[in-house]
């Protein structure tokens, strides 16, 4: 009887677990299985929120989608060189007000038309008309767009500004066509209209966005057939799918995650030059960072390259000012090194006992590569020199809601952060993130940093246009932040990118976006 | 009937409660959704403009009396991040966890229940100390580790079944497995612990002595018996499972609620915390008032008290 029992039990379980497996076997579709070798997936670490190029929001999953889709005016390559792209040369006035553009011939946008000076009239009209944009800022000195003819165009700005070709390469300058732009916004954002060599072809919301080729593209045309993003926020996940075959390009992998790929033929690995740098900001206005010399201090004790090795890796460099190499106005302005006796020496001159002081330091959660185990290592140092130090872990939001509250609540010490300079030149973080009318709540200028001469720099920077004279002001303005010590920049990220050796081609911008344009599959 | 009506008016309010505490902690959470959708670089008249857009800027009560009037239009309204209707995604969502939740608990029922079973039959024998090893593997094993070996050996290894997605019945059996598993501890636990007492009663013996046959002993007479604290049990257990899918269906990639919600929450996304969070309450009512009901059915005491 118990032995009937036994196999009645043992069947049930058996049966159970078919029970799991849900629809029968023959109805499995083998086709996903095995993707045609022209479908290429791709991985991205957050949600694809919109695919409209004016819009913020998104961060790089959704630049990742757009630089697919669209193409600008000019574009950044990855030298940090301006290089034409849907013009094909420009000029500017005497004024240094009017650029003129010279338009591609025999472009289609994904939709038919023919790409025209409508076109960039109606995309950069749009900034003004459209209150979603939350990009509109960038376009403020921008007065208006005249169409010359059918292939030139004219750009007028209110006062000269030498970063305009930068703005105008930027994601937020995607050329969309005039006869899209006439839907609504919701419809703009799913399903935009590009001249890239990819269009949209469907989304699922929060899943995927799938591309297919344009094959009217007037570039060479990339191998690849079908282009699919999906989000995968968790990185183990990333990697099985990777190995699995599940997916063939992955990025926002740890170093420890490498090592099964490092030799290993059937996958390639590359490094992007970011121009992200990776910093502890800090708030001069709390009890004991008021004093320079604490700041500085804190300087000292910050060993950089313990950091960089020991943490980041191959996906960091040494920082030695607050923007990048890469950056357009970059200088090296490095002006403390590693030395914890003289962090010590300048605690005791600021009249600051061993263990008299106390900070907190802010981390986001994953925000940036190893964002929070680089704070605890700064942790640790500063505890070295007798600067009791701990960290505090963030989901993003509350991060946000803490840094940017404004000066009689704001009770940050310090904080790690990544900034990038999307456009890929200097003003964009020199001139706001360290701009005294961004103190919070207004930006994020949480250090409330403040400085005459800085201010002066920064006003007239843009409307310099002798390079040589520009280059020599934002020198002395990153010189200026590093002496006030409000921020230390510890490492410049390197994004990384893990795929399928069948792939070829791929290149990784700037700002951490991969580009399939011209991806060979071999 | 008196006792369903007792239990639906009872039902409804915890719902209105819990919508009220629901709006209520969503924006009193640090952080601005408006400021996350504009984005690090935005100035503040543009994170304005935004909020605006969002009507955010309304007085809380009006938001609230806003939302629930729509709420009982059927309309979810429109997700801050996505600009998205939100109650067509949220329905996809809720089935595709509903599914999962489903063959997750068929597994951890009949594998759990036939364990405890087992394990209650051949107390302190071999089969009782397996069943008992699978039962604490099952509870002290993390949701997210389990999954992750899951994958490593049946898909990286033996390639069998695929990592991530929803596309083929394939892609169930591992998520499935992986959110059952912590149940099946708990329910095997239950059903031998609550098996052993039943047996040890007299009618039991009673039915013994009188040569009644053994299945008819134990089925019919035992495990009815012993089904009502398991029927508790499924009960919370389905609810956990609805709720607690989170980290299966990130680590599965598998498009569900759970993981809506969390992206909800980190783009604070106050329509689409709401909706998600009320669709999960009302899971636990129904579940709680189909215990209530079970109980009602298996116990006949009830049904003359009520």
Redesign the interface.
């Known amino acids: 009887?118990?032995r009937?029992?036994?196999a009645l039990?043992t069947l049930?379980?058996v049966?159970?677990?078919a029970?799991?497996?849900?629809?029968?076997?023959s109805?499995?579709?083998t086709d996903?299985?095995e993707p045609a070798s022209t479908k290429v997936v791709m991985t991205v670490t957050a949600?694809i929120?919109?695919l409209d190029p004016q819009v913020?929001?998104g961060?790089t999953a959704a630049n990742t989608v757009r630089q697919n889709i669209f193409e600008a005016l000019v574009r950044i390559d990855g030298d940090g060189n301006i290089q034409p792209s849907l013009a094909t040369d420009w000029s500017i006035d005497e004024t240094n007000t009017v650029w003129t553009f010279h338009l591609r011939q025999g472009v289609k946008f994904h939709d038919g038309e023919e790409f025209t000076a409508k076109d960039v009239k109606a995309t950069f009209d749009r900034f003004k008309t459209n209150?979603?944009s939350?990009r509109?800022?960038y376009y403020d000195n921008l007065k208006e767009v005249t169409v010359v003819d059918d292939y030139t165009v004219n750009m007028v700005l209110s006062e000269p500004q030498s970063n305009f070709l930068y703005i105008i390469a930027y994601d937020g300058s995607y050329i969309m066509s005039e006869k899209s732009l006439q839907r609504s916004?919701?419809e703009i954002?799913?399903s935009p209209v590009g001249t890239g060599p990819y269009k949209y072809k469907e989304s699922?919301?929060?899943?995927s966005v799938t591309l297919e080729r344009f094959d009217d593209y007037w570039g060479d045309l990339p191998d690849i057939t079908e282009l699919k993003f999906?989000?995968?926020?968790?990185v183990?996940?990333r990697v099985?799918?990777l190995?699995?075959g599940?997916a063939d390009l992955i990025t926002g992998i740890t170093d420890e995650d490498l090592e099964y790929f490092e030799n290993n033929d059937d996958y390639s690995i590359m490094y992007g030059n970011s121009n992200r740098v990776g910093h502890l900001s800090m708030n001069s206005k709390r009890p004991g960072l008021d004093n320079i010399l604490v700041r500085q201090a804190i300087e000292y004790a910050i060993d950089k390259d313990a950091i960089v090795n020991g943490i980041l890796g191959e996906r960091g460099s040494v920082a030695h000012s607050v923007i990048a190499p890469l950056t357009y106005g970059y200088a090296d302005t490095e002006l403390y090194s590693y030395d914890p006796e003289r962090a010590k020496e300048l605690l005791k001159e600021a009249g600051y006992e061993e263990g008299e002081l106390s900070f907190t330091i802010q981390s986001p959660d994953g925000r940036y590569y190893k964002d929070k185990e680089c704070c605890m290592a700064i942790a640790q140092m500063l505890n070295e020199v007798g600067i009791n130090a701990k960290v505090e872990v963030n989901?993003?939001?509350?991060f946000?809601?803490?840094v940017?509250a404004p000066e009689e609540s704001n009770t940050v010490d310090m904080w790690w952060m990544g900034?990038e300079s999307?456009t890929g030149e200097a003003s964009?973080v020199l001139n706001?993130v360290f701009a005294k009318e961004n103190f919070p709540?207004?930006?994020?200028n949480a250090m409330f940093f403040e400085n005459d001469e800085y201010e002066t720099l920064k006003n007239s920077v843009l409307k310099t246009t002798d390079e040589k004279e520009q280059l020599e002001m934002y020198a002395r303005m990153q010189e200026l932040i590093m002496e006030d010590a409000v921020w230390v920049p510890i490492t410049v990220y390197n994004e990384c990118a893990i795929y399928n050796s069948k792939l070829s081609g791929i290149e990784i911008t700037y700002t951490d976006v991969v580009r399939f344009t011209n991806a060979k599959i071999s | 009937m008196k006792y369903v009506l007792k239990r639906l008016c009872s039902a409804v309010i915890v719902l209105f409660v819990m919508s009220v505490v629901i709006f209520l902690i969503i924006h009193w959470i640090p952080g601005d959704p408006a400021e996350i959708y504009a984005g690090t670089g935005a100035s503040a008249s543009t994170v304005e403009t935004v909020r605006k857009t969002m009507g955010l800027d309304r007085p809380l009560v009006v938001q609230y009396v806003d939302w629930l009037k729509g709420v009982f239009q059927g309309d979810f309204g429109i997700s801050l991040s996505t600009k998205e209707e939100i109650l067509p995604t949220l329905a996809t969502k809720f089935i595709n966890t509903l599914q999962l939740s489903v063959y997750g608990a068929a597994f951890a029922i009949i594998c759990g229940i036939g364990l405890g079973v087992l394990s209650a039959l051949y107390h302190n024998t071999i089969i009782d100390v397996f069943s008992m090893l699978v039962a604490i593997i099952g509870i002290s094993m993390p949701v997210y580790w389990v999954g992750m070996l899951l994958v490593m050996v049946f898909s990286i290894q033996l390639g069998i079944f695929p990592v991530t997605g929803n596309e083929t019945w394939l892609s169930y059996v591992l998520p499935s497995i992986c959110i059952g598993l912590n149940s099946l501890a708990v329910i095997t636990r239950m059903t031998r612990s609550s098996m052993l007492e039943v047996l040890n009663e007299d009618y039991i013996v009673t039915a013994v002595a009188k040569g009644l046959r053994k299945p008819s002993i134990y089925f019919v007479h035992a495990l009815k018996n012993a089904m009502i604290p398991i029927i508790t049990t499924i009960g919370m257990q389905f609810g956990y499972l609805m709720g607690g899918s989170v980290l299966t269906e990130t680590v599965f990639v598998y498009p569900g609620l759970g993981k809506y919600l969390v992206d909800s929450i980190q783009a604070r996304d106050y329509p689409a915390i709401q909706a998600s969070l009320l669709v999960l309450v009302t899971v636990f009512i129904i579940v709680n008032f189909l215990v209530d009901l079970a109980y009602f059915m298996l116990n006949p005491r009830l049904r003359s008290e009520g």
Do not use: F, H
């Open positions: 009887m118990k009937v029992l036994t039990l049930a379980m049966l159970s677990m029970a799991c497996q849900g629809k029968p076997s109805q499995v579709d996903n299985n949600e929120i919109t913020n929001a961060g209150e979603e939350t509109a800022y916004n919701e954002s799913k699922t919301a929060n899943e999906v989000t995968v926020t968790e183990a996940t099985n799918m190995r699995s599940e989901d993003w939001a509350s946000v809601a803490k940017k900034w999307g964009q706001v709540p207004a930006g994020w």
